[in-house]
């Protein structure tokens, strides 16, 4: 079984091709510009698929990260997967982002990436199960817990004052790992925002 992975919930535009099977990544791109997510993620696909030697008919899947992460970016990938999934009548799988992280992540680990207006997303793991979160808060609220490593973000990974665990982002293998049933019909598309979003209706406004 051969699926597309994509994520845009941190500044990394992730798109991979995947074996299911054995979670080999036969290809993938990832740009790195939290101001691309729309206008790289396509590119990326298409590159994806010619370093792999495939075309779009020869996908079974597509999984997609659902957040937590920006509403731009957020809407940009799910936007993608939903529209692949569509045309092409293959299924469409949304995880949990950082699930993507910590399913590669042995033992307590802490997952964070960067949330804005200064503070984080963060979930807990053990041996790659997710057993807290996911949340948004400052740094400070954030208790490590038992966790002996904190992975994603370097810079913020850095705060907790514990060794650095990779990946730093979502890998299109994470991605397929953090999938719990390939064969199991696929819930609809949940963006994980936890917050409201910045911009407001006039009618909110007044």
């Not at 053990?126 to 038992?146: K, L, M, Q, Y």
């Amino acid at each position: 079984m051969i699926v597309l992975a994509l994520d845009t919930s941190t500044p990394a535009v992730t798109a991979g091709i995947v074996r299911v099977d054995d979670f080999a990544t036969l290809a993938q791109r990832v740009t790195v510009d939290s101001r691309a997510h729309a206008e790289r993620l396509t590119p990326n696909v298409v590159a994806a698929l010619a370093d792999a030697g495939l075309t779009m008919a020869d996908l079974d899947g597509v999984v997609v990260g659902c957040g937590p992460g920006p509403f731009t970016g957020l809407r940009a990938g799910m936007a993608s997967g939903a529209a692949y999934g569509h045309a092409l009548g293959i299924p469409v799988h949304g995880v949990c982002s950082l699930d993507a992280i910590g399913v590669l992540t042995a033992g307590e680990t802490l997952v964070v990436t960067d949330a804005r207006r200064r503070e984080v997303y963060w979930a807990r793991y053990r041996d790659g199960v997710r057993t807290d979160g996911p949340a948004v808060h400052a740094p400070a609220d954030v208790e490590a817990g038992p966790a002996r490593a904190v992975a994603g973000s370097p810079q913020h990974a850095a705060l907790f004052e514990l060794p650095y665990a990779e990946p730093e982002y979502p890998t299109p293998a994470g991605l397929v790992r953090a999938v719990p049933d390939w064969t199991a019909e696929p819930a609809p598309l949940v963006a994980l925002y936890l917050r409201r979003p910045d911009a407001k209706p006039l009618a909110a406004r007044a």
